[in-house]
């Protein structure tokens, strides 16, 4: 899965334009439904909040039950409780947190309020870095940002083509595989610099309002940096780690 938080650096390049496997046709179906792409996004588009937030509880629970999870009980969960104290609902936004037990340093959202974090991320940074990282996937949330990432998964993928053409209801077409792809697919979703800068912005603002230290937004991105570079070429529009860090270090100084 890719470092939605810091930026991808591998074969994500390919995993957005793939689609998934085409289902089956059943017999009656719009087979030019099924062709047209367009239709595909178009219907990604509209998408209803109570059809997106459907599609987005089973496709973290799809999620959840590939990733291990740390227990409840685990230092990881009780410290991510604390630090998420009074977040429970943000501009209106539901949100649940948890933890996957996995070393990369890494953390994403989906648009139905889900943010999980990876214990690798937790083991590397801060308290106040790690509330930072929370604020800002939560500015992705409340921004619209996942929801327009979800879009585009949801669009890329064939079994969506299959669903309209069918008439299935949205989220009950598709089966446990495909869920597990959209997921991915989201997970592994490109936000554009714009995009990043407005969460980042919007994370600073949040620590403020609590008042947290918005700095560490600094240590935590230079942590990103000396781990896994500044290197932003595969998508020239991404901002690297460490060209976030300076643009929040000019801002807050």
């Known amino acids: 899965m890719q470092l939605s938080f810091l930026g991808r650096k591998t074969s994500c390049v390919l995993g957005l334009a793939a689609t998934l496997a085409v289902s089956g046709c059943q017999s009656g179906a719009d087979l030019g439904g099924l062709m047209s792409a367009g239709a595909g996004m178009a219907g990604a588009a509209t998408m209803s909040d109570q059809q997106m937030q459907q599609l987005g509880d089973q496709t973290i629970a799809q999620l959840d039950s590939e990733n291990q999870l740390v227990a409840s009980n685990s230092q990881y969960a009780q410290r991510l409780e604390d630090l998420t104290q009074g977040w429970e609902v943000v501009d209106g936004n539901t949100l649940d947190f948890n933890v996957y037990q996995v070393p990369e340093m890494n953390a994403f959202a989906v648009p139905n309020g889900s943010i999980r974090l990876y214990s690798g991320l937790m083991d590397e940074m801060t308290d106040d870095e790690v509330r930072y990282v929370i604020a800002h996937e939560i500015g992705h949330v409340a921004l619209g940002h996942s929801k327009r990432a979800f879009q585009v998964a949801y669009a890329a993928s064939a079994a969506r083509e299959a669903a309209a053409a069918s008439g299935s209801s949205t ?83």
């Open 171 to 253: 989220a009950a077409a598709l089966s446990s595989s495909e869920l597990g792809d959209l997921g991915e697919k989201l997970v592994n979703a490109q936000f554009s610099q714009r995009q990043e800068n407005e969460a980042d912005d919007y994370a600073i603002e949040l620590l403020k309002e609590h008042d947290m230290d918005a700095e560490t937004s600094i240590t935590a991105l230079r942590k990103l940096e000396a781990k896994y570079g500044n290197d932003s070429s595969f998508f020239s529009s991404h901002p690297a780690a460490g060209d976030r860090a300076n643009r929040l270090q000019s801002t807050l100084n």
